[in-house]
């Protein structure tokens, strides 16, 4: 399973970037994970769109979700260029009856994921972890039967995530705050609580990401290898993650 970084930023992309947005492949099966401001213009570097086999939403929050209605006329217009009827897959919650709904166009469909159970999607098995955010948003536990993956999305820190977390193979954790501040209010975590989590859960690989647009992110990293004592990354678009079969 390899997972590429299209996106990271939180709130707005910074100038040649954009915001949350990661692609995961599996033998072929290519599965877009949250799709922000940017993301379509970035992710045309690494695959053409049109061959994305699904789209997966973690919440509707405009930096995770900005440039889905751009890819729903990408698929509109290729269709009508290339005499084609294809459409995407888009999965979301329904716990915002007006968001789900726009997930649904000419060349796209919006799917309900059930929050109980585990989605299958090709190759690839996801459960979902409800996360302390303002809106309805959920963590993500992805594997292909041999790599686990976990995708915190927006949230605080919460002992639950340990449990979710534990012994995957890399742990996307959100990182929108510096060591000493709170994130209980607006629902993210810092990097303190990031290298906790991963240490905790004893994962084998942190990945920093949804930074912040202030301070210097290198003590993201200082601070967070203070608590966890396996590999860190923060993100940035070149990152990848590979695994082989």
């Known amino acids: ?54 789209l997966l939403l973690s919440h509707y929050h405009a930096d995770h979700v900005a440039d889905v209605g751009s890819l729903q006329y990408l698929y509109l217009v290729q269709n009508m260029i290339q005499s084609k009827d294809k459409v995407l897959p888009i999965y979301g919650h329904q716990l915002d009856q007006n968001k789900f709904s726009s997930l649904s166009h000419k060349a796209t469909k919006g799917i309900a994921y059930d929050l109980n159970s585990t989605l299958t999607l090709g190759p690839l098995q996801i459960r979902f972890l409800k996360t302390h955010h303002p809106v309805p948003c959920y963590a993500m536990r992805i594997t292909d039967g041999e790599t686990t993956i976990v995708y ?49 859960a004893g994962v084998k690989q942190l990945w920093l990401s949804h930074l912040p647009h202030f301070g210097d992110q290198q003590k993201l990293k200082i601070v ?22």
């Open 152 to 200: 915190t999305a927006d949230t605080s820190h919460f002992e639950g995530l340990v449990t979710f977390s534990e012994g995957a193979d890399l742990l996307i954790a959100e990182c929108s705050l510096y060591a000493g501040m709170d994130g209980s209010g607006p629902g993210h975590m810092t990097s303190e609580e990031c290298g906790k989590l991963a240490q905790a």
């Open 224 to 245: 967070a290898k203070q608590q966890y004592q396996g590999p860190i990354q923060i993100a940035k678009e070149t990152l990848s993650f590979n695994a082989l079969p």
């Open 1 to 54: 399973m390899n997972v590429q970084i299209i996106g990271y930023w939180g709130a707005f992309p910074e100038a040649d970037g954009a915001t949350s947005c990661y692609l995961i492949e599996k033998s072929g099966y290519k599965c877009l994970l949250d799709c922000g401001s940017g993301a379509l213009s970035r992710l045309q570097k690494y695959m053409n769109p049109f061959e994305l086999d699904a």
